[in-house]
Antibody
């Protein structure tokens, strides 16, 4: 069974940083493309970025809200993907999901999310 | 303002049929990029419901279907059931933004 467990969320002041982690199991992590999506309270889904598998180049693409502030990386030896978030703003307050990407580009398996609250 | 436009809400009585639309443009759905649909029951993580326009993952009943034409896609329910009450999101790729994009979501209420 595919499992994704996010961690690293919490309360942070505006301008602060957080690093989210997502540990995967039940699938060949090194072959998987991974992505992050967030959902602000009471709002819809917002795509943040995606990292390809190393065999596919390992490149990372970001959505506009994440460019320049967020950085996605992976450690296949730990079956973990990370998202470093810097210069956090109150509007970054959201539940952050880690997801596997299918060959067709669908967001196939979702974690339960980790909550990030940016507030003074 | 979402790149993909969905109605905020739809509703139907048990047993009825309802459709949720997802309208894009020539840089996403109209460019023939795959459309995927997700179901989110309140308080839970989204779940993949339809992938690549029309395909159902294992476990999704065949009374739920997806279609695509031109710059729009649709998610259809026949024989509506109480368990279908949830939020639904469409997703595709936008070439002009070089980004995956979501619709704003549609709340389906089973009356």
């Amino acid at each position: 069974e595919v499992q994704l467990v996010e961690s690293g969320g919490g309360l942070v002041k505006p301008g602060g940083s957080l690093r989210l982690s997502c540990a995967g199991s039940g699938f060949t992590f090194s072959h998987a493309w991974m992505t992050w999506v967030r959902q602000a309270p009471g709002k819809g889904l917002e795509w943040l970025g995606r990292i390809k598998s190393k065999i596919d180049g390992g490149t990372v693409d970001y959505a506009a809200p994440a460019k320049g502030r967020f950085s996605i990386s992976r450690d296949d030896s730990k079956n973990t993907v990370y998202m470093q978030m810097n210069s956090l703003k109150t509007e970054d307050t959201a539940l952050y999901y880690c997801i596997t990407v299918s060959l067709e580009g669908a967001l196939e398996n979702w974690g339960q999310g980790t909550l990030v609250t940016v507030s003074s | 303002q979402s790149v993909l436009t969905q109605p905020p809400s739809v509703s139907g009585a048990p047993g009825q049929s309802v459709t949720i639309s997802c309208t894009g443009s020539s840089s996403n759905i109209g460019a023939n990029y795959n459309v995927h649909w997700y179901q989110q029951v309140p308080g839970t993580a989204p779940k993949l419901l339809i992938y690549s326009d029309t395909n159902r993952p294992l476990g999704v009943p065949d009374r739920i279907s997806g279609s695509k034409s031109g710059t729009s896609a649709s998610l259809a329910f026949t024989g509506l059931q109480a368990e279908d009450e949830a939020d639904y999101y469409c997703q595709s790729f936008d070439a002009s933004l070089n980004s995956w994009v979501f619709g704003g979501g549609t709340k389906l209420t089973v009356l």
